[in-house]
């Protein structure tokens, strides 16, 4: 499978974006998918999953009740809605799938990587 994303963009605080994860070559459906992102100076961090069905989701601490991960079948694609959007948010964000059932946030368990999508928040 290849994933592309995007959507990411610059917003101001308390904003709000929509990143997309596009599948090719094969079906999101049959990974469990993810995002994961990296502000300037740190390691990549996960930030979402959801697993092959669709029926689990995992977030990281700091963004549960801002972010939301969904996945449309008929369309194949990926989303991430980021709500009340802080500055700590920014980051290059990135979609990954995993052929793994549970959702890891073990960055070596994500096989496939999308090109990372900027997003930016102002203070």
């Known amino acids: 499978v290849q994933l592309q994303a995007s959507g990411g963009g610059l917003v101001q605080a308390g904003g709000s974006l929509k990143l997309s994860c596009v599948a090719s070559g094969s079906t999101l459906s049959t990974y469990t998918t993810g995002w994961f992102r990296q502000a300037p100076g740190k390691s990549r961090e996960f930030v979402a999953g959801?697993?092959?069905?669709?029926?689990?989701?995992r977030y990281l601490d700091s963004v549960k009740g801002r972010f939301t991960i969904s996945r449309d079948k008929a369309k194949d694609t990926m989303y991430l809605e980021m709500d009340t959007l802080k500055p700590d948010d920014t980051a290059v964000y990135y979609c990954?799938?995993?052929?793994?059932?549970?959702?890891?946030?073990?960055?070596?368990?994500?096989?496939?990587w999308g090109q990372g999508t900027q997003v930016t928040v102002s203070s």
């Open positions: 990954a799938a995993s052929t793994y059932s549970s959702i890891t946030n073990v960055e070596a368990a994500w096989a496939t």
């Open positions: 959801i697993t092959r069905s669709g029926d689990r989701t």
